[in-house]
């Protein structure tokens, strides 16, 4: 492979197709570009749509992980609810009282 040369490759990913447009025979041109920028491109148009998308692919790993994520979270909220409230009245509560004495 000689380095020299850039190794040009088309992309036919949603957003190619769509900046390419078509060529006379109706079929999408693409984009072409260099292969070694291709794993960022794509990377990148992945992400986008996957953002674009999460809401089902999020629905069906919630499904997957449900009852131990559930629990988990129900969990942490429960844990973490009360606990900063109750832990840090209770903290003041007993500073004073631990002063007390010197009172
Ligand atoms: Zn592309």
Do not use: W
């Amino acid at each position: 492979m000689p380095a020299s040369l850039p190794t040009l490759k088309r992309c036919f990913c949603e957003e190619c197709v769509e900046k390419g447009g078509t060529d006379s025979h109706g079929k999408a041109r693409g984009v072409l570009m260099e292969a070694r920028f291709m794993p960022a491109h794509m990377k990148r148009v992945h992400e986008e749509h996957a953002t674009q998308y999460s809401p089902p692919v999020q629905q069906s790993a919630v499904d997957a992980v449900d009852s131990v994520a559930g629990h988990l979270f129900a969990l942490t909220i429960t844990d973490d609810g009360p606990d900063p409230g109750h832990g840090s009245k209770q903290q003041h509560d007993k500073q004073p009282a631990q002063g007390n004495p010197f009172r």
